[in-house]
């Protein structure tokens, strides 16, 4: 081949490379320019573990019909006292509350629409959703401004939203809107199981003030910092995310690295030893999925140790890694699985409860991949694999000799699972027993063009069980919608 053809193709190469390099952050810019914005302005007063807060929700009618009212969830209104459904299982209230049982709250102060207040409702299955009436019926694509006022009060917990040991984790914490499907909006609970969170993304611009003795962990970018006296005031931005998230320590130090333009940050308390070693399995974890399924598209990416009363949660740009969590191991394994998330719920998000096995499966696969792609860990996919098709066939063999029958429905609804263990079983090790016997039959390179497919398919967006099966269908070229529907609906066995 002659010279100028060379120079031809390396031009072509470079040019794909820049457009692909590019291709998600201009998705990015364009998306936040057309969906709703909320701009929430706080301040936590840290005698009383109150948040103050006022926002405007900047909301789109994103439906196909005419809206007269819009719902928010007040996740916070979860901890309150006299409230049914709690955000903890029984067992594990302990564990949730380890200096005895704390309450909380969300307070609507107001409610203005449009600039006119308004008379507003609490209404849901346990009084945790607000509902706004409108002055005028919303048409599609168009917005209207809703202005609230609230308070939200901690309770002293380990759970998402709470405060413990000089931490405060603000997970869930402002009023978000509810998702609308087949004519209604959502107005589930705070449930115990899972992750019982479903948002489509938005624009947030936060002003948030605390005491100066706090250091924060965030979603988005700090794009100005003050202070005045003892308090700090700071302002983020975040665009095209699901939701906006603070961690606040009066322990944090932090140590920092750098992947294609990405900070990444971890952030442990003051005298840890294993700060480098785990920022390390961060950068390492995000470099992994980057480079395998497709391009992150935003500026930072926080691990954060925290209070927390199980293993880890997911938040856009930053996740969060209990602190009681010791094994060398099992940090890696969590670390890993909760940053896959920001491919697996953050920018391919899903209906967390309905269908948890599009991000909790692909999570937990996700982190057997990256594993195994770095022996220093000393996991093998082999020893993976065994791993879970031994403790799930054990778990079904003790609850079938308990209760006489054992659902393995993987589409079940978060509140259907009887039990925690349950969920885990099926939603986490039936779904990586299921991605790697579908990994075994389409093989190893049409594996992962199927993930990047679906990634690039459904960025930014909803996606449902179709859009799994036809992206791995276009990717594989296989029919695979029987393979897969098996497994998810049970009938589907796992042999040891």
Known sequence: MNKKKWVAILLVVCCVTVFSACGVQSALRKKAKTISTYTIAATLNDETKTVEATQNVHYKNETSVLLNEVCFHLYGRAFREGATIKPYAAYNKDKCFPHGESFGDVTIEKVCVQGK????????????????????????????????????????????????NGNINLGNWYPVACMYEQGDFLKTAYYSTGDPFYTSVANYNVTFTMPSTYEVAYTGNVVSSSQNANMVTQTFKASVVRDFALTLSQQFEKVSGEVDGVTISYYGYKGDEDMKANLQTAVKAFTYYHKNFGEYPYEQLSVVKTPFM??????????????????????????????????????????????????????????????????????????SMAEYISSYILFVDVADSITGKVNTNMEL?????????????????????????????????????????????NTFAIAQKGNFIAAFEKASGMQLESLVTSWLSGSAVVAG
Not at 140 to 162: A, K, Q, W
């Open 117 to 164: 207040e308004v008379s507003f409702t609490i209404g849901g299955e346990d009084e945790t959703i607000l509902i706004v009436p409108l002055q005028e019926e919303l048409y599609p694509e168009s917005y209207v401004d809703i202005d609230i006022s609230f308070t939200l009060t901690l309770s002293e917990n380990t759970h998402r939203l709470g405060y413990y």
């Open 310 to 383: 199980h293993g880890g949660m997911e938040y856009p740009n930053m996740v969060t890694i209990a602190d009681s969590i010791v094994n060398d191991t099992d940090i890696v394994k969590v670390i890993a699985h909760e940053i896959a998330h920001q491919w697996w719920y953050g920018v391919v998000g899903n209906n967390q409860l309905d269908e948890a096995w599009l991000d909790e499966a692909m999570a937990e696969y996700s982190t057997i991949m990256f594993l195994e792609a770095h022996s220093e860990y000393g996991v093998t996919h082999a020893d």
């Open 413 to 457: 609804s978060l509140k259907e699972y009887t039990t925690d263990y349950e969920y885990t079983y099926m939603v986490y090790v039936r779904g990586a027993i299921m991605l790697d016997t579908l990994r075994t039959t389409i093989g190893q390179k049409k594996f992962l063009k199927s993930i990047q497919t679906y990634y690039k398919q």
